[in-house]
T-cell receptor
Framework: GAVVSQHPSRVICKSGTSVKIECRSL??????MFWYRQFPKKSLMLMATSNEGSKATYEQGVEKDKFLINHASLTLSTLTVTSAHPEDSSFYIC??????????FGPGTRLTVL | LAKTTQPISMDSYEGQEVNITCSHN???????ITWYQQFPSQGPRFIIQGYKTKVTNEVASLFIPADRKSSTLSLPRVSLSDTAVYYCLVGDGGGYNKLIFGAGTRLAVHP
């Protein structure tokens, strides 16, 4: 139980294009999902908290107009990286809150912007 | 936000028991303590979670003293496949369930 998937697992895009990443909780409903990014050899950095049916809450320093988050259902949250640039290349990981205390993480999406 | 402090790295050998201790002096009353394991290019994997005393599952044990200001993850009889980064996390104390990752402990298991 408590499985979270992400799609795609890796994506390569050209600078200036937009990329959408999906995060799904497969066997449970998640009112709250989270988005993180991770650079090589570094720890995970929380980007935003996504609540179903409401606007996402972004961490300080994260541009909400660049990283668009939509949480339209209890099993799906999406992160769209708009006008991507090479510095946006990173490993993006989502998690879903099961119950009130435990986050389960997706496998991650490797984004490479050329 | 509650912060955690863990050793940056540890080394062990196959078959040994590994104990990783985490300090969380400012843990809030309603915070749970959760440990995750992460392999390169993968999302963190849930290992164990506890609130107080001792919790055990099929892969690990978690020891939490009465003051809850620290916790110890115990991995029995590690194998090479346990080489990974281990993160100790507590809640943000604000009821929003945010997790702020520290640097984690890089465990290397040697033959």
């Amino acid at each position: 139980g408590a499985v979270v998937s992400q799609h795609p697992s890796r994506v390569i895009c050209k600078s200036g294009t937009s990329v959408k990443i999906e995060c799904r909780s497969l066997d449970f409903q998640a009112t709250t999902m989270f988005w993180y990014r991770q650079f090589p050899k570094k720890s995970l950095m929380l980007m935003a908290t996504s609540n179903e049916g409401s606007k996402a809450t972004y961490e300080q320093g994260v541009e909400k107009d660049k990283f668009l988050i939509n949480h339209a259902s209890l099993t799906l949250s999406t992160l769209t990286v708009t006008s991507a640039h090479p510095e946006d290349s990173s490993f993006y990981i989502c998690s879903a809150l099961a119950g009130t205390d435990t986050q389960y993480f997706g496998p991650g999406t490797r984004l490479t912007v050329l | 936000l509650a912060k955690t402090t863990q050793p940056i790295s540890m080394d062990s050998y196959e078959g040994q028991e590994v104990n990783i201790t985490c300090s969380h002096n400012n843990i809030a009353t309603n915070d749970y303590i959760t440990w995750y394991q992460q392999f390169p290019s993968q999302g963190p994997r849930f290992i164990i979670q506890g609130y107080k005393t001792k919790v055990t599952n099929e892969v690990a044990s978690l020891f939490i003293p009465a003051d809850r200001k620290s916790s110890t993850l115990s991995l029995p009889r590690v194998s090479l496949s346990d080489t990974a980064v281990y993160y100790c996390l507590v809640g943000d104390g604000g009821g929003y369930n945010k997790l702020i990752f520290g640097a984690g402990t890089r465990l290397a298991v040697h033959p």
